[in-house]
Nanobody, 124 residues
Framework: QVQLVESGGGLVQAGGSLRLSCTGS????????MAWFRQVSGKEREFVAG??????YYTDSVRGRFTISRDNARNTVHLQMNSLNSDDTAVYYC???????????????????WGQGTQVTVSS
């Protein structure tokens, strides 16, 4: 079993930056696909960024602004978010799943482990 806890959310002005962190306990992240999702009230949870081995994946709307990184030794995953805008306002979730062969999973249904979420609010 893996427990995930996010931190680093908050209120930021448009154009600003935030760094989210996800810390895991229970077992090592090694061998896991790790991802960040976000959800706006009333909408589906959407994939934001993912990390497998040394490869990163991003949804188009954040590519070039967000950077996902991981430290398996510390069981942490980070999401550096720059040039934030109001469309980035959401609850952000960290998620993990055992790696499988094939495309990186971008559907929330593929993930077994979830954090409780952290609110990011961008004021314009």
């Amino acid at each position: 079993q893996v427990q995930l806890v996010e931190s680093g959310g908050g209120l930021v002005q448009a154009g600003g930056s935030l760094r989210l962190s996800c810390t895991g306990s229970g077992r090592s992240f090694s061998g896991f696909d790790m991802a960040w999702f976000r959800q706006v009230s009333g909408k589906e949870r959407e994939f934001v960024a993912g990390h497998r081995w040394v490869t990163t994946y991003y949804t188009d709307s954040v590519r070039g602004r967000f950077t996902i990184s991981r430290d398996n030794a510390r069981n942490t995953v980070h999401l550096q978010m720059n040039s934030l805008n109001s469309d980035d306002t959401a609850v952000y979730y960290c998620a993990g799943a055992l790696q499988r062969v094939g495309e990186f999973p971008r559907s929330q249904s593929k993930y077994t482990y979830w954090g409780q979420g952290t609110q990011v609010t961008v004021s314009s």
